[in-house]
């Protein structure tokens, strides 16, 4: 079949756009690219920069083709990523300068022998801003060369010292005076502090320093007046990394005092750092600007520390705090102080009381993403929350003249001061499960909030968040609770409040499973959605919920949890009606 010039001609002016070459080259491989530069010399033109942009080359440096190859397109490499041990002498053994233009460099780890060719690597490309560095177990002194070609980077931005077994406090001091003009994340992933050179910072530290008693002569005594002693520079360092270290509480604190600038703080997978009680209120006289913390997989720091840390930091934004000891009094802290969260993560972590996730939705109205997968939110104890254990549901706010299941929309900011009302409404990333226990429920309990009010509540309450793009919810219903038989007559009570809603079974046996007899026709709001996860729910999606999921989420790009044994007609139903959807068949959680 032959091709009209003329298409072909549109079809290369549209391609020599950058910015779609680009967006495309998201979703292939580079043997796709490759195809597609060899098409004509304008598409050429326009893939081969994205080719060339990164180059992960491993141990390809004796390869002569590869090498060949980089002496001719060198210079379209802006990213260059070289394994731990890693010779690449023979890239700059040649006759010609290549890669020139790099702006992010992972470098092999250096040693005497190698460290003129890192040098001469750093040189030759001046507009570095993301560098990775790290030195062999030699003494420090011997690397200044090194150290004074990594000073030369004006335009550098993130500094990597992972893993570094001989840094030292006047090696850091000089790289950070040297580039504090541009010098803003710095990384020291993966070292073992306790028993390294750096210690516990001490020679680094400036501008508060512990008072004369030490924590250990004081116990459980609160350490309050840091007094000043000898100034030193501070840097403008707004990103530290200490993920995966092992440390002391004062290495964190003694690096915080030189860094007054500091809005990123990660600590994930720590070890053996113990934090008294008072460490929260020390890094905040430090660092007052924090407004990202991760401290997920963190061993050793309870739920007490926790809440005094995000009481600490009033201004937080985001906070990762998955498989630790974060609790109710974390929670109830962070609600309470933290009006500005937008990211919260607490995967994996202790039991949380569902009335304080309720009062999260009600009153951080900034949340853009919450990942609570395996943290239990009990329905009864949310709805408890929002009528104060007497009121019924469609109940209305005399002051705001607005009924709970929010049929009047109001702006932002009324919706502040409504109660039970989920002003999150600009939430994208909601990851949670809804379990419905009426174990511990009073009889009068159970009557005001059987299990189809409490799912009603959730679906009504979901449909208002309608910038989701990714959801992942799932529900448990107590066994005893199914076998019992019980709700006939509140069902029918349940109905004489809905009369002007649509119809659907609201049996007590059927809890969250996005069913169209559930309630999933409330959903309808959720435009945006783009994915959708059932990996760990009992869902009960067939033919009718599938069209109707498709013809009602139009942005729906992705279905996770869609076996194909248990689900046979629904997945050859999307592969023939909606090829766009993507089925992940593995169960991957959330």
């Known amino acids: 079949m032959s091709t009209?010039?003329?298409?072909?001609?549109?079809?290369?002016?549209?391609?020599?756009?950058?910015?779609?070459?680009?967006?495309?080259?998201?979703?292939?491989?580079?043997?796709t690219i490759t195809s597609c530069l060899r098409v004509n010399r304008e598409w050429n033109a326009s893939w081969l920069p994205i080719l060339w942009h990164t180059i992960d080359a491993g141990h390809q440096w004796h390869n002569p083709a590869f090498v060949n190859a980089l002496g001719e397109h060198g210079d379209l490499v802006r990213i260059l990523k070289c394994t731990r041990y890693d010779d690449i002498s023979p890239l700059l053994r040649t006759d010609k300068t290549i890669c020139r233009n790099l702006v992010t460099i992972v470098l092999p780890k250096t040693t005497l022998v190698n460290q003129s060719d890192h040098i001469q690597l750093l040189r030759q490309n001046p507009h570095i801003r993301d560098l990775s560095l790290g030195l062999h177990d030699d003494n420090a002194s011997l690397y200044t060369e090194l150290v004074n070609a990594v000073g030369e980077l004006r335009n550098l931005r993130r500094l990597a010292l992972d893993e570094n077994k001989i840094l030292d406090v006047n090696t850091l001091e000089t790289i950070l005076s040297k580039c504090n003009?541009?010098?803003?994340?710095?990384?020291?992933?993966?070292?073992?502090?306790?028993?390294h050179p750096?210690?516990?910072?001490?020679?680094?530290?400036?501008?508060?320093?512990?008072?004369?008693?030490?924590?250990?002569?004081?116990?459980?005594?609160?350490?309050?007046?840091?007094?000043?002693?000898?100034?030193?520079?501070?840097?403008?360092?707004?990103?530290?990394?200490?993920?995966?270290?092992?440390?002391?509480?004062?290495?964190?604190?003694?690096l915080a005092s030189r860094f007054p600038l500091l809005s990123h703080l990660s600590l994930k997978g720590s070890m053996e750092v113990y934090f008294s009680k008072n460490f929260p209120e020390r890094l905040a006289k430090r660092c007052p600007k924090i407004k990202n913390i991760d401290i997920s997989s963190t061993e050793?720091?309870?739920?007490?520390?926790?809440a005094s840390l995000v009481g600490s930091f009033p201004g937080l934004q985001t906070f990762r705090a998955s498989e630790t000891r974060f609790g109710n009094e974390s929670f109830s802290t962070l609600v309470e102080h933290c009006r500005d969260l937008t990211v919260l993560e607490i995967n994996s972590t202790c039991q949380i009381q569902g009335q304080v996730i309720q009062q999260l939705f009600e009153k951080c109205w900034a949340l853009r993403s919450l990942d609570a997968w395996d943290v239990s939110a009990?329905?009864?104890?949310?709805?408890?929350?929002?009528?104060?254990?007497?009121?019924?549901?469609?109940?209305?706010?005399?002051?705001?003249?607005?009924?709970?299941?929010?049929?009047?929309?109001?702006?932002?900011?009324?919706?502040?001061?409504?109660?039970?009302?989920?002003?999150?409404?600009?939430?994208?990333?909601?990851?949670?499960r809804f379990d419905y226990d009426p174990s511990e429920l009073s009889e009068e309990s159970e009557q005001l909030y059987p299990a189809s009010r409490a799912r009603r509540f959730i679906y009504e309450q979901l449909s208002k968040l309608t910038k989701l793009k990714y959801l992942a919810i799932g529900g448990t219903l107590s066994t005893t609770w199914q076998m019992c038989g019980r709700g006939?007559?509140?069902?029918?009570?349940?109905?004489?409040?809905?009369?002007?809603?649509?119809?659907?079974?609201?049996?007590?046996?059927?809890?969250?499973?996005?069913?169209?007899?559930?309630?999933?026709f409330l959903l309808s709001p959720l435009k945006e959605l783009r994915t959708l996860c059932l990996s760990a729910m009992d869902h009960a999606i067939g033919l009718p919920e599938i069209i109707w999921i498709s013809e009602n989420w139009p942005n729906l790009k992705s279905i996770e949890g869609l076996y194909e044994d248990d689900d046979e007609d629904v997945v050859n139903w999307l592969r023939e009606n909606r090829p766009d959807i993507e089925i992940r068949n593995e169960d991957d959680g959330y």
């Open 4 to 31: 009209n010039s003329s298409d072909l001609t549109s079809c290369s002016k549209v391609f020599a756009l950058p910015e779609i070459c680009e967006r495309i080259s998201y979703s292939i491989d580079n043997k």
């Open 181 to 195: 003009g541009s010098l803003r994340e710095l990384s020291l992933k993966g070292t073992y502090f306790i028993k």
């Open 488 to 520: 006939d007559e509140t069902d029918e009570k349940d109905n004489s409040t809905l009369d002007d809603q649509p119809t659907f079974d609201i049996s007590d046996d059927i809890w969250i499973d996005f069913s169209l007899r559930s309630g999933l």
């Open 378 to 432: 009990n329905v009864v104890e949310m709805m408890m929350e929002v009528y104060g254990g007497g009121k019924t549901v469609g109940a209305t706010d005399a002051k705001n003249r607005v009924t709970v299941d929010g049929s009047i929309t109001q702006t932002e900011s009324s919706l502040k001061n409504i109660r039970g009302q989920w002003v999150c409404r600009g939430i994208e990333r909601l990851v949670l």
């Open 300 to 306: 050793d720091i309870d739920d007490d520390t926790i």
């Open 198 to 254: 750096f210690g516990s910072g001490n020679g680094f530290a400036s501008g508060f320093l512990a008072c004369s008693k030490s924590e250990s002569q004081l116990g459980t005594e609160l350490i309050t007046n840091d007094v000043e002693i000898d100034s030193k520079e501070t840097f403008g360092i707004m990103s530290l990394c200490l993920e995966g270290v092992v440390c002391t509480q004062d290495l964190i604190l003694n």
